[in-house]
């Protein structure tokens, strides 16, 4: 059901009458007169990076334990399929890779399937760290979810019933998606006239020029850079910047428009000395499709979803740290790297060595980050030293 489609959303000048400062309730700006493909399965990719952003002046030497923790980056990869049973949306997303993301004995689950029922949790590889190999072994029911075992499939599961506001989400996700398909919020697009004289009746500035529009309050102010097809929103609590969303497009011929490629999240925040800093998330989306092969959704042969992995311990240690490596028959290369992002060693490890023992000693009190390569994959852990 792949056909043209033509919309009006009256639902964003009702949202910018009632802006507060929540990301929850910035406006979508999905509004004015939009045509495009109506797509009933798309596949596509992410990659997450969490990280924050100071400035050069910051004391790093008065900073908490906790808050130099916050200077280690969060990385994740995953594959995402949208499609339609029984007209109701279904959104399946597989991580194949992450960083720092969850702890190393955390299992991810193999699959995760968000629907009308809620969100399962499917497991369908042992997990060492488990005594049955999986989250909940031995457990039918959680603070929150029950578990049970997919019929079709045997696969053992975990399933959490949506909460209301979670449920009231999904229906109005599963609401536009019905009627404009799962292109809808992800399209570039510039409102129209009436729109912007809408705004005007209300209050807004408008400011139009050849290469880019503008519209601000007090509140907010959302503008489009019609050369480089950004959308960039600032939302400000008492003449503050209290949060910044840049949305970047890039042009797909196979669905003939600029679908969204990347977003950036910028949220100012303040360490307990008083020093500035910005929580900065970056999500890319790419490889837009139609459909999704099987193979390559659910059994990705990216290289960094290799089992290697390593152990550290004692953590917070004093003179010398115990290094363990799991599923590696490789030769690796570990580097001790300071929260600044300064290698300060490096080892060759050989690949038949299955641990080694780093003397850190000489390492000042602090934060820091240990990395390892090998098998083309990194992985990396902090320590703290005392």
Not at 34 to 41: A, G, H, I, K
Not at 309 to 331: A, G
Not at 343 to 358: F, H
Request: proline share 3%; hydrophobic share 30%.
């Amino acid at each position: 059901m792949n056909k043209i489609i033509k919309y009006f959303f009256p639902m964003l000048v009702l949202s910018i009458i009632g802006i507060v400062s929540l990301k929850s309730q910035i406006p979508g700006l999905e509004n004015g007169n939009v045509s495009y493909m109506n797509v009933d399965e798309l596949c596509y990719i992410t990659n997450t990076v969490e990280k924050i952003r100071v400035a050069n002046d910051v004391n790093i030497e008065t900073l908490t334990n906790m808050e130099k923790v916050k200077f280690t980056s969060t990385e994740y990869r995953k594959n995402h399929h949208l499609f339609f049973e029984n007209n109701n949306y279904v959104h399946q997303i597989k991580y194949l890779y992450q960083d720092n993301k969850f702890p190393k004995w955390y299992k991810v689950a193999d699959l995760i399937t968000i629907d009308n029922e809620g969100i399962k949790s499917y497991y369908f590889e042992y997990s060492s760290y488990y005594t049955d190999g999986w989250p909940g072994s031995g457990k039918d029911t959680m603070q929150f979810g029950i578990y049970g075992n997919d019929p079709r499939t045997g696969k053992r599961y975990y399933h959490e019933n949506h909460s209301v506001t979670s449920q009231n989400a999904y229906n109005s996700k599963n609401y536009y998606f019905n009627e404009y398909g799962f292109l809808y919020g992800k399209v570039y697009y510039v409102p129209n006239s009436r729109y912007f004289q809408q705004l005007i009746n209300m209050g807004y500035t408008v400011t139009s020029t050849p290469n880019s529009v503008i519209i601000s309050n007090s509140d907010i102010t959302i503008s489009w850079d019609l050369n480089k097809k950004t959308i960039k929103k600032e939302i400000y609590e008492g003449g503050v910047l209290i949060y910044t969303i840049i949305t970047k497009y890039v042009y797909y011929p196979e669905f003939g428009e600029d679908l969204r490629s990347e977003i950036t999240e910028i949220t100012p925040q303040n360490f307990e000395n008083g020093d500035c800093y910005e929580d900065v998330v970056i999500t890319e989306f790419t490889d837009y499709s139609f459909g999704c092969d099987d193979e390559i959704e659910f059994h990705s042969t990216d290289s960094h979803i290799s089992n290697f992995n390593f152990v550290i311990d004692p953590n917070p240690v004093k003179d010398e740290l115990n290094v363990r490596f799991t599923n590696s028959n490789s030769k690796k290369v570990v580097e001790i790297i300071s929260i600044k992002g300064d290698i300060l060693a490096t080892y060759n490890i050989d690949m038949k060595n299955t641990s080694t023992k780093i003397n850190v000693s000489n390492l000042e009190s602090g934060l820091y980050i240990l990395r390892v390569d090998s098998e083309g994959k990194t992985v990396s852990e902090k320590f703290i030293k005392l």
